[in-house]
């Protein structure tokens, strides 16, 4: 088992940042990615980034290029999301993820889910 557990949320006016930590436990070498997803109230959960722990590459939605940065400190094992520049539209609940996963955007091949915590962009 992985256990998550996100922090750093909050509320910020637009154009404001926010940095977001996941600090994984556990069976950490069950996962090969750790991503972040956000879900706004009736919409679905929609992938934010990802980062492959073993070469570190990275992935972002088009929404969030430019603006976000995921990171990871392996010997941590916490993965962070540096948003900065933003806007409402970024409002919702930020879920980190880790998974052995295939396509990094697609929820469902995500194995362990942190809790969420709340971002709120006031404009």
């Known amino acids: 088992q992985v256990q998550l557990v996100e922090s750093g949320g909050g509320s910020v006016q637009a154009g404001g940042s926010l940095r977001l930590s996941c600090a994984a436990s556990?069976?950490?070498?069950?996962?090969?990615?750790m991503a972040w997803f956000r879900q706004a109230p009736g919409k679905e959960r929609e992938g934010v980034a990802a980062v492959y722990t073993g070469d570190g590459s990275t992935f972002y939605a088009d929404s969030v290029k430019g603006r976000f940065t995921i990171s990871q400190d392996k010997a941590k094992k916490t993965s962070y999301l540096q948003m900065n520049s933003l806007k409402p539209e970024d409002s919702g609940i930020y879920f980190c993820?880790?998974?052995?996963?295939?396509?990094?955007?697609?929820?469902?091949?995500?194995?362990?889910w942190g809790q969420g915590t709340q971002v709120t962009v006031s404009s």
């Open positions: 556990g069976y950490t070498y069950h996962y090969a990615c």
């Open positions: 993820a880790a998974g052995t996963t295939g396509m990094w955007s697609r929820a469902l091949e995500y194995n362990y």
